[in-house]
Nanobody, 117 residues
Framework: VQLQASGGGLVQPGGSLRLSCTASGRILSSGIMGWFRQAPGKDREFVSAIRWGYGTTTYADSVKGRFTISRDRAENTAYLQMNSLKPEDAAVYYC???????????WGQGTQVTVSS
């Protein structure tokens, strides 16, 4: 499985971005696609995940109510809609995929999100 993330950029606090992650290879319906992030000097942390078949979702407490994960199975693409962005959301965001929890078996290349005025 190969993952290609895109959609990062510079946004002002309170703004929005949508990240995309397109997967190639064999994507099992039982698999889980996730997003992790890592800010400078901090540990990598879980952000959100979605079960590829059922579409059930989970979020870190820090992003609940602001971020929404979704997927388009026909396009093998997952999305992370990020609203009400805060400076502390700034990080490199990685999409991941795995057959079990946590979904960290495969990693994309990362996309930079900068939140600054």
């Amino acid at each position: 499985v190969q993952l290609q993330a895109s959609g990062g950029g510079l946004v002002q606090p309170g703004g929005s971005l949508r990240l995309s992650c397109t997967a190639s290879g064999r994507i099992l319906s039982s698999g889980i696609m996730g997003w992790f992030r890592q800010a400078p000097g901090k540990d990598r942390e879980f952000v959100s995940a979605i079960r590829w078949g059922y579409g059930t979702t989970t979020y870190a407490d820090s992003v609940k109510g602001r971020f929404t994960i979704s997927r388009d199975r026909a396009e093998n693409t997952a999305y992370l809609q990020m609203n009400s962005l805060k400076p502390e959301d700034a990080a490199v965001y990685y999409c991941t995929f795995g057959s079990t929890w946590p979904p960290n078996r495969y990693w994309g290349q990362g996309t930079q999100v900068t939140v600054s005025s």
